[in-house]
Structure formats: C-alpha cells, structure tokens
C-alpha cells in the first residue's frame, strides 16, 4: 500500500513538472507578444503625434494590422495554453480514477476488516496477545492505518474535487478565448481590408499623379504655343483687330464682370493638383451648358479648337490686352465679329479631365494677370 502511495506521488510529480515546461514555454512567448504589442503600440502613439499625411495614415494602418495580427497571435496562444491545461488535467483526472479503482479492493478488505474489529473484534485482539504492550502497539496500528485511510480517501476526494472545479473553470475560460480570439480575427480582416483600400488609394494617387506629370508637361507645350499664337494675332487679325476700346482696358481694374456664374476651383498661379487647367489663368466650376459673356467690348481674335484647351475664344480688348475663354461646349461668334460688354460667346463645358467648368485668362501687355485682381468682388 505504501509503494501504491509513492508511486501516486511520484506520478504526480512528473506530470506537474512536464506542466510547469509547457507553461513555462507559453508564458515565454506570451511575454515576447506583450513585448511587441508594447513597441507597436509606442510607434502608434507616436505616428498620432505627427502631422496627418497619406503616407503616414498608410502607416498607421499597418501598424493598425500588426497589433491585430499579434492580438490575434496572442489569443491563439493563450487558447493553446487553456486547452494544454485542460488536457493535463483530464489526464491527472484520469490517472486518479484509475488509481482509485486500483485501490478500491485492498480499501474495502480493510475497512472490512476494521469494522469487524470494531464490533468484538478488538476483544478477540486483546485475548490473543500475551503481553499489555503488544495489545496497545497493536491497537494503535489498527486506529493509524484506519485514520491514515480516512485521510487518504479525504484527500483524494478532495483532489479530485479541486480537479473538476478547475477543469470547469478552465472550460469557462477556454470559452472566453475563442470568443476573443474570434473578435481579434474580425479585427484583423477589418484591418487587412483597411489597408488595402488605403494602399488602392495610394496606387491610385501614383496613378494620376503619373497622368497629372503628363498633363503638366503638355499644358507647358500647350501654353507656350498659346504664347506664339497670341503674340503673331494683331498681325494676323489685320483689320478685324479690335480698334482701342472706349474705355481703357487697364481702367477696368476690379470692375470686370464674371464671365460665368460659379464657384471659384482653381486659382490663378496655382499648379492644379487635376491638371485640368493652365496656372496662368483661374478655372471656374460651372454647369454645362451654362451662358459665357465678353467680359469687355473686343473683337474675336480666335475661335476655334486648341489642344489643351478644347473650344477657346480669344477676344481682343486692344493696346495687347486679351481674355481667354477655355474649355466651351459651344460657340456662338466666330474670328472676326465685333462683341460688346456681356454679349454672350458661347457655353461652358468640360475641362480635361471631365469636370464641368470654364477656364478664364487675362493678359495685359501681353502677360498673365491674376483675373481676381480685375474682377469684381463677390
């Protein structure tokens, strides 16, 4: 019985020591993971710090996606380590029980035995010993191993008891890791797809960028083409230039009329981020079809398609002061006609890249002027 007992605890021993490995392994990584959770999380607080950029947004979503994807990491370990502990504890239950029904028989025989003892038995005991001291040596060997039993069958029943509320605890627990570990799974698609929304974005951005540095170097081409055609009209117009204006056109200043209604979307000198319009003039968002006047009395200088800038009317205001009218559906004068202050020229259409709205430009003395500075206030 006693060789039972030590091989019970020595059993117990080296599962508990096989289980103290395993933890000591999974506690290991648990740490390296909170270790990375915690630089990640430093670099996060700093990137919020900085000013917001793409890039930097792009950054903190990847940043976004290594934390679930070490929360995640994470929760599968500690899931790992509850079914571990489980599986050890299923295994210690079983060994009990197996242990127990081992013992069984030699308990039962014994408790037999003692109760006999108990019911006339120890008279028996006392008559078939010869000397006092034998009957006490042997009484008290009866009452140590009837308590030890007592104590052993006490203590493996409470072993087992503490085995099963765990094994239940661990269940619970064991529970609340998948559902964590499936809420760091939603998380982490949730931010997978984040960034690759973001990194189409940036993809897209390089896109038109790349179209934008095109449309840029055309623009330069087409402006400068503009400048040759602008410079030989007054010797093409010959006697349909315009003869000078009633009013001096460098008197106008802040007194010209919009040439359409709309809000203002590029300004003058401003490197369009679309491209859709030469910096030397303003582009104003406009509804197709929408009427476009002579801001002064002029004559028609050109009225035809240029590259770059679609259906343009150039009117003559005299003394090489000229306004440009740029992306027009249509046009209702032609080279030539004489047009007053508000007569209507045609209609506002479509810039480069498909948005509604009409390019103005002025020149005085031959140069780009800021058409705000000429326009009346509103």
Do not use: C
Request: glycine share 8%; charged share 25%.
């Amino acid at each position: 019985m006693k060789r039972l007992f030590v091989v019970l605890l020595l059993s117990v021993a080296a599962s508990s020591g096989a289980q103290q490995d395993d933890r000591a392994r999974t506690e290991g990584l648990a740490r390296t993971t909170s270790e990375r959770l915690k630089a990640l999380n430093q670099e996060a607080d700093r990137l919020a710090s900085e000013a917001r950029t793409l890039l930097g947004d792009l950054r903190r979503l990847e940043l976004e996606r290594q934390i679930k994807d070490e929360e995640l990491r994470q929760a599968k370990a500690d899931e790992d380590r509850v079914a571990t502990d489980l599986t050890s504890l299923n295994e210690e239950l079983a060994r009990l029980a197996a242990e127990e029904q081992a013992e069984l028989p030699a308990l039962r025989s014994r408790l037999v035995e003692l109760y006999k003892l108990g019911q006339g038995g120890y008279l028996r005991l006392l008559l078939s010993t010869t000397e006092a001291r034998s009957v006490g040596q042997a009484s008290r060997m009866v009452a140590a191993i009837a308590s030890r039993d007592r104590e052993r069958i006490a203590a493996h029943r409470g072993r087992v008891d503490d085995l099963k509320r765990a094994g239940v605890a661990l269940e619970e627990r064991r529970g609340q890791q998948a559902s964590l570990r499936a809420a760091a799974e939603r998380a982490q698609s949730a931010a997978r797809a984040a960034v690759q929304k973001h990194e189409a974005l940036v993809q897209d951005i390089d896109k038109r960028r790349d179209l934008n540095a095109q449309l840029a170097g055309e623009l330069m081409s087409t402006q400068q083409r503009l400048q040759a055609t602008l410079k030989e009209l007054p010797s093409n117009a010959g006697a349909a230039a315009a003869p000078p204006a009633s009013l001096p056109f460098t008197a106008l200043r802040g007194e010209l009329d919009w040439p359409a209604t709309g809000p203002l979307r590029h300004r003058f000198g401003q490197s369009a981020a679309s491209a859709a319009s030469s910096p030397n003039g303003i582009e104003i968002t406009t509804v197709p079809g929408t009427p476009v006047k002579a801001v002064h009395e002029g004559a028609i200088a050109f009225a035809d398609t240029f590259a770059g800038y679609g259906k343009l009317v150039i009117i003559d205001h005299g003394s090489q002061a000229f306004s440009l009218y740029g992306h027009l559906l249509d046009m209702s004068v032609a080279r030539g006609a004489r047009v007053s202050h508000g007569d209507p020229i045609g209609t506002a259409g479509f810039a480069l890249l498909g948005v509604a709205g009409l390019y103005f430009e002025l020149r005085v003395d031959g140069q780009p002027v800021d058409p705000l500075q000429w326009l009346r206030k509103r």
